[in-house]
């Protein structure tokens, strides 16, 4: 076999070979063996796509250096030709979170780039890689290209030229990453890539989530995602089979440390997944986020300090902090309308909201349990 790093990345021979990044992205662990997987980031940097990316931890980071040696352009986009070959050289199989500082679905990544980064996918066989992107739209076409499929190809044969290329690659698991069903139509789109396992990564939850009735716009209809199903415009009946269902969801609060970190409603894990087990879907849940179930420490709960780090949270994905709602009670016209209303909402008469309230206790103390387990699964995964 040909030197796989000076094939794909033309670098000189005797130079260095790239590395994975170690990461502590739990959805990257070996379940059996607890070890941690790895990241790859050929390319950094990206742009806002949804509220989703509001409190982007990516550009978080790359912020904070940039201008330093490991992000010189800062949260623009970025290629990384130099590092393509690194999952090569990593002999034991893992788990990789491609591009977890970028989004593979990025309309400025250039085509062959990518039709590198799958020959190396397609070449590492040993691990198992997980793709997570806002913009299913762009990796629809790209991967669906005749073309594409054949620059992976060639780009493998270059390389090892008995290597025999299956596609969708049995080792890619595609997903997409949605916030509230606003943006679950990504699902729609992913369905439609092709792609051996198609997965949700429900992170940063910060609304409702069906995934067993999204409307698809162009007609009405109603997407059951995790069945794979078509229905009419009331759910009743099945009326078309999509080309593929969602075999793995992940989901999980919002992290960082900025004070606009959104609390996440426990009534939407539990829909998620209550439908996830009627389906037989794997489910994993990441993290609670920076909100927990229960106020830190032993403090009365009313609290000046419980009011601080307490956000109440409505079923609809309306919250505020513990101090707003506390003065909406007492000094309505000193908050601003939306508080207002949502506090009016809830106490009203057959009031829907479902107000609860979450605390802002740091991520390692709302910790992963749910109900007092840990919901760790994978998809079977391939390796051709
Ligand atoms: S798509 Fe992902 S990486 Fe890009 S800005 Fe949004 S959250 Fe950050």
């Known amino acids: 076999m040909i030197d796989p790093y000076r094939a794909l ?23 059996v ?9 050929f390319v950094d940097g990206c742009e806002w796509a949804s509220p989703g990316c509001d ?8 912020t904070r250096f940039a201008g330093g040696p490991v992000f010189p352009n800062g949260f623009d986009l970025t290629l990384h030709v130099e590092r393509l ?24 990544i250039p085509v062959d780039l990518l039709a590198r980064a799958f020959a190396v996918m397609a070449l590492a066989h040993w691990h198992t890689f997980l793709i997570a992107s806002k913009r299913p739209g762009v990796l629809r076409s790209r991967l669906s290209r005749p073309d594409f499929v054949a620059a992976v190809r060639a780009h493998v044969a270059a390389v090892d030229p ?4 299956q596609w969708p690659l049995p080792n890619v698991h595609v997903g997409v990453s ?18 051996a396992v198609h997965w949700v990564s429900a992170e940063p939850l910060i609304g409702p989530l069906n995934l067993r009735a999204v409307r698809r716009r162009r007609d009405n209809l109603l997407v059951d995602c995790l069945a794979g199903e078509v229905r009419d415009p009331t759910g009743a009946e099945v009326v078309a089979a999509l080309p593929a269902a969602l075999r793995w969801v992940v989901i999980g609060g919002e992290s960082g440390h900025r004070r606009g970190v959104r609390p996440m409603h426990p009534a939407w894990v539990d829909t998620i997944l209550a439908d996830c087990a009627a389906l037989d879907v ?6 609670w986020g920076v909100h927990g179930l229960t106020p830190a420490g032993t403090g009365a709960a009313d609290s000046a300090r419980d009011r601080r780090t307490t956000r109440l949270v409505a079923l609809d994905g309306r919250w505020c902090t513990g101090v707003e709602w506390a003065r909406a009670a007492t000094h309505p016209t000193k908050v601003s309308d939306a508080v207002r209303e949502l506090w009016n909402d809830h106490h009203g008469a057959d009031s829907t909201t479902q107000v609860r309230p979450m605390y802002r206790v740091g991520r390692q103390e709302a910790g992963r ?16």
């Open 9 to 31: 990345t033309g670098v000189p021979a005797g130079a260095r070979p790239p590395k994975l990044t170690v990461t502590d992205i739990e959805w990257c662990r070996d379940l």
């Open 33 to 41: 063996t607890g070890r941690r997987g790895y990241s790859w980031n």
């Open 55 to 62: 409190n982007c931890y990516a550009k978080d980071i790359a």
């Open 85 to 108: 070959a690194a999952p090569l050289y990593q002999r034991r199989g893992a788990r990789i979170f491609v591009n977890s500082m970028s989004d593979v679905g990025l309309s400025g």
């Open 162 to 165: 008995d290597h025999a290329v």
């Open 178 to 195: 949605v916030e509230d069903q606003a943006h679950a139509w990504r699902v729609l789109e992913l369905l439609h890539v092709p792609a």
């Open 282 to 287: 794997a489910a994993f849940f990441k993290q």
């Open 369 to 384: 349990l749910v109900r007092g387990q840990l919901v760790e699964a994978y998809p079977e995964a391939r390796h051709g």
